[in-house]
């Protein structure tokens, strides 16, 4: 005798397929052709992303595309011509839209400027 559940129980547990019908409820699948796919993380692994990031990346860039109702290799060809910088605020840009929104992200760019009052302090 055992104390671990009973296999077949387990197969016809019906509260288990009314749970995940429920858990699934508000969220539809979404499908994407594989070459697609390994396309978006090749781009972002391609320019210095990590494999989690490129992962990420892929998959929020891919919905939105779907939303967008815009083709997945013509926004590659879109973001080709991105330099660095511009390719990162793109993408907070994208993230931030699939946030919820008391949280946000950003980045920082230096003022290059000289101020007045910077030039009062002695170093």
Do not use: C, H, W
């Not at 005798?1 to 429920?22: G, H, I, K, T, W």
């Not at 396309?39 to 998959?59: H, I, M, P």
């Not at 595309?65 to 793109?90: H, P, R, W, Y």
């Amino acid at each position: 005798m055992s104390n671990l559940p009973n296999p077949s129980r387990l197969e016809a547990d019906s509260d288990r397929l009314v749970r995940n019908f429920f858990d699934e409820y508000y969220q539809s699948k979404i499908e994407y052709p594989a070459n697609e796919v390994d396309a978006v993380f090749g781009f972002f692994s391609k320019r210095g992303f990590d494999d989690a990031a490129a992962s990420s990346l892929t998959s929020t860039l891919m919905r939105q595309a779907k939303v967008d109702n815009i083709g997945t290799f013509k926004l590659l060809d879109s973001l080709k011509g991105l330099n660095e910088v511009q390719l990162s605020a793109l993408i907070a840009e994208v993230l931030n839209y699939n946030r919820i929104k008391s949280s946000s992200l950003g980045f920082r760019i230096e003022s290059s400027a000289n101020l007045l009052e910077a030039r009062n302090i002695a170093p």
